[in-house]
């Protein structure tokens, strides 16, 4: 098994203090620290300046905080503490105005030029804030719900039932062909449903209830392109808050050559040399895992 270092959004270099984010007094202690920072975010979007670098917020910002209620505690890193504030409840003006801004931005258009702590930071904002915004409701009994222990909670008003955040499991994978003397190394690739001509990507799909990672890896690559796949070996993960996922990286290698797509999720799929592959992923975005576990199989 190899462990692919340094996978985007996964290095946010932040103690969360789960032992102490349950201290209402220590939460706001760090708040008004003087070297916290407060990332603003409004509706997944980040907010940058006029430069185009991010918008980052000090904790005395009080229209920030008047706009944003109380804002999620992320963690403590050497600087200070930081914290996320979610502006969505505005209009775009209004949030942009209140945190200094002056347009928003995606936050993996903006990744080349972040980071490895900051995209990893931006990344738990997004999907933490994006969790608070849609559990306001108790999925039990319908009464509203309040947060607390920093963010990373939340109580029913009405049953006491407790929500905690909650990730979307999926798996993604490199498919390599059954070994065959004399002929190059090949790894399966295949373009999704409304991508551009040429771009070519890993196979991917969400866990399903009852499933093993392993499983949900041969029942993805199987149902798509009608591979078999047999040994399925664990190569990283990485944090996907697009909107709430954790991705699960793989190698796996296929049983069967034959290729027959499902036609829904795929337009087409074929197997790829390594020169081949290596010119498919020199366009593609470089912020996912899938980007890594194609460069270790080239490297190798």
């Known amino acids: ?33 003087q070297a916290t920072v407060i990332i603003p975010m409004w509706r997944d979007s980040c907010l940058i ?59 993996r258009a903006l990744f080349a030029g972040l980071s490895a702590p900051d995209a990893a930071a931006l990344a738990y ?13 108790c999925g ?17 008003e009405g049953c006491g039932r407790l929500l905690f955040p909650r990730i979307e ?10 070994p065959e003397p004399g002929r190059a190394d090949r790894c399966l690739l295949a373009r999704h449903r409304g991508a551009k001509p040429g771009a070519f990507a890993t196979l991917a799909g969400f866990v399903e209830i009852g ?7 041969r029942r993805e690559v199987t149902e798509e392109t009608g591979v078999r796949v047999g040994e399925v070996s664990y190569q990283g993960s990485q944090p996907w808050p697009f909107p709430s996922g954790i991705m699960a990286g793989f190698r796996a290698r296929a049983l069967t050559e ?17 020169d081949q592959a290596r010119a498919a992923n020199a366009g593609q975005r470089h912020d996912s895992i899938e980007h890594y576990l194609i460069e270790g199989w080239l490297t190798e």
């Open 125 to 137: 904002a997004k999907g933490l804030l994006r969790w608070h915004r849609e559990q306001r409701f």
């Open 140 to 156: 039990a009994c319908g009464s509203a719900t309040q947060a607390s222990h920093g963010g990373h909670q939340r109580s029913c």
């Open 49 to 107: 300046d006029g430069g185009g670098q991010l918008r980052w917020c000090a904790p005395d910002a009080a229209d920030l905080l008047a706009a944003c209620g109380q804002p999620a505690f992320l963690g403590v890193r050497a600087e200070g503490a930081v914290f996320a504030a979610d502006l969505s409840e505005l209009d775009e003006p209004a949030a942009l105005s209140v945190a200094g801004a002056t347009a928003t931005a995606d936050m």
């Open 211 to 217: 499933e093993s990672l392993e499983d949900a890896v």
């Open 169 to 178: 499991p999926a798996v993604i994978a490199l498919v390599t062909a059954p």
């Open 258 to 274: 034959s290729i027959d797509v499902d036609g829904e999720e795929l337009e087409e799929a074929r197997w790829f040399t390594r």
């Open 1 to 33: 098994m190899t462990i692919v270092p340094g996978l985007p959004y996964a290095a946010s270099g932040l103690d969360r203090g789960g032992s102490r984010r349950g201290d209402e007094r220590w939460i706001s202690g760090l708040l008004a620290g």
